[in-house]
């Protein structure tokens, strides 16, 4: 039990959230935005699939940690490991599937309002030029949450993997 739920986060990780830290890693200038949009797109709708999943292999363990008969001399022993493996892991990745969502959506959004731009857009030295001030200030509105967003996502990532070790 607790090892096929391990099993079960590994491959969640890697399926599901795996997808997101690369196209996050991969936008380095403002046409990255763009480029990323519909892998990012992609990987916030996986994240839905992924929180389902995650909810049922942790009832599942649940469930069968509970209906386990062991010797009293066992129980203790077992009921840390199980704290370890499975309830950790499953109490760190609770934040960390919505903060995911919340930025893959608002990366995508900036994404979408550069593409609808056009060409009236232009891409200088790793930055970007808008034609009006309300082009800019539409950007600058949409980017403005993205350091938060991103601080409270790796904040998310780093006590999963921390906790799933």
């Known amino acids: 039990m607790i090892y096929g739920y391990s099993q079960q986060v590994s491959q969640a990780m890697d399926a599901g959230l795996r997808p997101v830290v690369d196209s996050v890693n991969a936008i380095r200038v403002p046409q990255d935005y763009m480029t990323q949009r519909e892998p ?3 990987a916030n709708g996986a994240l839905g699939v992924l929180s389902q999943q995650l909810q049922n292999a942790k009832m599942q363990a649940d469930a069968a ?3 386990l008969k062991q010797a009293d001399d066992l129980k203790p022993v077992f009921d840390q490991v199980y704290a370890k493996v499975v309830t950790a892991p499953a109490d760190a990745l609770q934040p960390l599937i919505p903060a995911a969502q919340i930025f893959t959506q608002q990366l995508v959004q900036v994404g979408d309002f550069v593409a609808q731009q056009g060409t009236q857009v232009s891409f200088v030295a790793n930055g970007i030029q808008f ?3 309300q082009q800019a200030s539409q950007y600058n509105a949409l980017i403005g ?3 938060a967003q991103h601080q409270a996502f790796n904040q998310a990532w780093t006590a999963a ?3 799933t070790r």
């Open 145 to 147: 949450p993205l350091a």
């Open 131 to 133: 034609p009006t001030s």
């Open 161 to 163: 993997v921390n906790a």
């Open 40 to 42: 990012l797109r992609q």
């Open 65 to 67: 940690h509970g209906a």
